[in-house]
């Protein structure tokens, strides 16, 4: 009896100090694999930490989920290549996903939203009645891409109440889908649908986009020579200022567009010229300071600037426009805060290339928009919860 | 000179399977499979294998390596998930899916897709790379080597049109090119780390020309880069140029290196260059030949290049004379590929028609993929035809 007691004693100990070793293993197999930096650094020690990471057992999934937190874009996508081995190892040789533990991994916010929404995928693919019971909480979720599902529900629930014929909870239904909407398919559909249904929606409020500029060129871009040039604006920005532009004097124009995608055409703005600069000034007021990210799509080259302050400058003509094209951060202070921006167009002349144009909004790092307080439009952004982790 | 460096050639082939279709326009980047013999029609019930469907959309192509079809795809949408897809070439069943996020830009064309590059593998791994410079070296049983995020490295690095350069395995390296407005440059990747070899910068150009290879009988290995200035050699070990050729190039077709060493490169139509290890030299130029996107094929000294408005030209490879043309239909974004004497060619719409190859070109039938529509070059592996869609993966083979 003594020697069983022994012996199980040893086992058990054994044991313990095995998966002890096993945890620890596991976790300095992630922190290496997170030491990946930009142009390969610390790939040496990540690949073979990636190649023992891929083997360990499922025991170990939440943990490889979890080791994304705080992880970067690329150290994300190695966690993520081991998490689908170790979940395709072990269910072709027929184990069961602890589907539990992922739930709660899942509906935890300080988890890495991109970790959370793999978890949900794999929830999926054990339990497909995982979306009607899961996405639903979502609709204002950190994660773009559960709340993308979450909104694509309540948008499908509001048609159905629309086809019943129950206007008024069609309405609430497609009205909460808007507010959760960040993608731009959904917005659009979320306010044509309210739109039908006689609904005022203002869209470019929802986006964020501004719609009143002042506009000032055009200055000499010939052969693509004037990007780099600081143009009287670039110094300081006197909205009663007369400056030397590409054809004779030029001045400051306050322009609003009707857009609600918040399109500035300067070609209408300015008339069509080729060779040319504008620059677009709007002053935005802020509550408070915080930290916002600054959206352009513009097919012209361009420039922005915040306060004064350069946040980023892309010299590529005519390859593409898109909501959101050019993303970058900036910090507003308490306060009017100056946001300047500038348009490059070139000398090409395919039809395709005589496009001089621009949108830009204010938002959060979700797409939430950041609305100046001096917003003349009736829209507020009380509308607008931000996510909270 | 010319024999050894086509035992070079052909050495350099034998490190993949007989059978294997391993990157852009297959072994050694020609288009050709010779000992192959696919149907030349097909249907709904006849000589479709198989067809699957696809996780997201891509003009890529398939590729085949020791009896599995890789195939790559991006999906949501903002077309930021990036996928590669492992499928057993023999029944189609899929045997593992490796899902990535982006991490560079994602915007491109309609018609295109940022799974728009072809994968490429040595044999041992699948390296897949995506119009948003994401760059995953994948091993041949799905686990993750490594992954590289090239604009996050280089944040100007891309086009919102999309890119489609495909990549090449280059002796230790592989190679990508990258060339745009912005962060433009080339650059050779280990394929056992990733860490970056060399990294060259290039023009401030758009760019969707894939890179070629030229082995040599020395061992050295040359990189061939065509951009619109001109076509570029650059040593595989260090990125070194060996040598420059000034031309207006195609921005889009791939240049081809032939069986016995000459380079097709698309430049005033199509040049043939004959290469040394320092220098190139032009034998002919053909502005009859002028392929659109698609890159042309080489096969038993004529040369074969099907331009924007659907004409299939052949050219007597010796003097870049045309020897004769044919009409097709549709316009064309795959390039032709070659099996037994017979060209397959898929045009936009999804029409595939072969032709065959002899004195003159003769139109032997013409089949369609269920009315979708095709921008990604065909695989061919044994006597099948691997083409993809945005949609479905289909194996065309005799029942």
Redesign the interface.
Same mark, same amino acid.
């Given at each position: 009896m003594f020697r069983i007691l022994l012996t199980s004693s040893v086992l058990g100990l054994t044991w313990c100090q095995s998966a002890f070793a096993a945890d620890a293993q596991v976790e300095s197999l992630i922190q290496t694999i997170c030491q990946v930096g930009p142009k390969g650094a610390g790939h040496v020690a990540a690949v073979e930490a990636q190649r023992e990471l891929s083997r360990v057992d499922v025991a170990h999934l939440i943990d490889v989920l979890t080791g994304m937190r705080g992880a970067d874009k690329l150290s994300r996508n190695w966690l993520r290549a081991a998490v689908e081995s170790i979940v395709s190892r072990h269910t072709q040789a027929g184990g069961q996903l602890p589907v539990q533990e992922l739930e709660a991994f899942l509906v935890d916010l300080d988890n890495d939203a991109h970790a959370r929404r793999l978890a949900y995928e794999l929830i999926y693919s054990a339990d497909p009645t995982a979306e009607a019971r899961l996405i639903p909480q979502f609709i204002n979720d950190p994660s773009l891409e559960l709340r993308r599902d979450a909104v694509r529900l309540a948008l499908d629930e509001a048609e159905q109440l629309e086809k019943q014929g129950l206007r008024d909870k069609a309405i609430v239904s497609f009205r909460r889908a808007l507010n959760g909407a960040r993608d731009e398919a959904q917005i659009k559909s979320a306010a044509e649908s309210l739109r039908r249904l006689g609904q005022k929606v203002d869209v470019a409020s929802h986006f964020g986009f501004i719609q009143q500029w002042h506009i000032a060129g055009p200055f000499d871009n010939t052969d693509t020579q004037g990007f780099d040039v600081a143009y009287p604006p670039e110094d300081k920005v006197q909205l009663d200022a007369v400056m030397p532009g590409k054809n004779g004097d030029v001045s400051w124009k306050h322009y609003t567009t009707d857009d609600e995608y918040g399109l500035v055409d300067l070609t209408k703005a300015l008339d069509k010229h080729k060779g040319a600069i504008a620059y677009a000034f709007t002053e935005f007021v802020a509550a408070e300071p915080r930290q916002v990210e600054l959206r352009l799509g513009c097919i012209n080259a361009n420039k922005i600037w915040l306060n004064g302050k350069l946040l980023t400058a892309n010299n590529v003509y005519h390859a593409g426009s898109y909501i959101d094209q050019y993303v970058t951060a900036g910090q507003l202070q308490k306060g009017k805060n100056q946001i300047l921006l500038k348009i490059a167009q070139n000398e090409q002349e395919e039809p395709w290339a005589q496009r001089w144009e621009f949108q830009f909004r204010v938002c959060d790092e979700f797409g939430t928009a950041v609305l100046s307080q001096d917003r003349p439009l009736a829209q507020t952004a009380r509308l607008f919860r931000t996510p909270t982790r | 000179m010319k024999r050894s460096l086509i035992g070079i050639l052909g050495v350099s082939i034998l490190i993949l399977a007989g059978a294997d279709w391993p990157g852009f326009l297959g072994a050694g980047g020609r288009g050709v499979a010779t000992e192959s013999q696919p149907p030349t029609q097909w249907s709904s019930d006849a000589n479709v294998a198989w067809k699957t469907p696809l996780p997201g959309r891509g003009p890529s192509s398939p590729i085949v390596v020791d009896g599995r079809v890789f195939v790559t795809c991006s999906a $949501?949408?903002n077309q930021d998930r990036l996928h590669v897809v492992c499928l057993d070439a023999q029944s189609g069943t899929q045997l593992? &899916?490796? &899902?990535?996020?982006a @991490?560079g830009r994602t915007?491109?064309?309609p018609t295109s897709a940022v799974a728009a590059n072809t994968p490429v593998s040595d044999g041992e791994a699948v390296y897949a790379f995506y119009s948003s410079n994401?760059l995953?070296c994948?091993e041949l049983d $799905? @686990?993750?080597?490594?992954?590289?995020?090239l604009t996050?490295?280089y944040p100007?690095a891309g086009?919102?049109?999309g890119m489609s350069s495909s990549p090449v395995i280059a002796g230790d390296v592989v190679v990508v090119q990258i060339e745009? &407005? $912005?962060d433009s440059f080339a650059a050779g990747?280990?394929r056992? @780390? $990733?860490? @970056?070899v060399w990294r060259i910068p290039r023009d401030f150009r758009?760019n969707w020309s894939s890179p070629a290879v030229l082995p040599h009988p020395s061992g050295r290995v040359t990189v061939i880069l065509q951009s619109p200035s001109g076509l570029t050699g650059v040593d595989a070990a260090d990125g070194e140029q060996r040598w420059h050729y000034a031309a207006d190039c195609g921005t889009i077709p791939t240049p081809v290196v032939t069986a016995d060493g000459m380079i097709l490169c698309n430049a005033n139509g199509v040049t043939m260059l004959k290469p040394t290890e320092s220098d190139v030299e032009v034998v002919w130029q053909s502005n009859r030949l002028n392929p659109g996107p698609a890159s042309p094929v080489y096969h038993q000294d004529q040369v074969y290049a099907v331009n924007r408005a659907g004409v299939l030209s052949c050219a007597d490879a010796a003097n870049g004379e045309t020897k004769w043309q044919l009409r097709l239909k549709g316009t064309f974004w795959a390039s032709p590929v070659l099996a037994g004497s017979n060209l397959f060619l898929v045009n936009h719409d999804g029409l595939a028609q072969v032709v065959k190859l002899g004195e003159s070109g003769e139109l032997l039938a013409s089949s369609e993929f269920d009315g979708e529509k095709i921008l990604g070059t065909p695989a061919i592996s044994g006597d099948a035809l691997y083409v993809r869609s945005d949609e479905h993966l289909w194996k065309i083979a005799a029942e």
């Open positions: - | $949501g949408p593992w &899916q490796r &899902q990535f996020w @991490t915007y491109s064309h994401d995953a994948v $799905g @686990t993750l080597r490594w992954f590289r995020g996050h490295d100007k086009n919102d049109v745009n &407005q $912005g990747i280990s056992q @780390t $990733g860490e @970056t758009a």
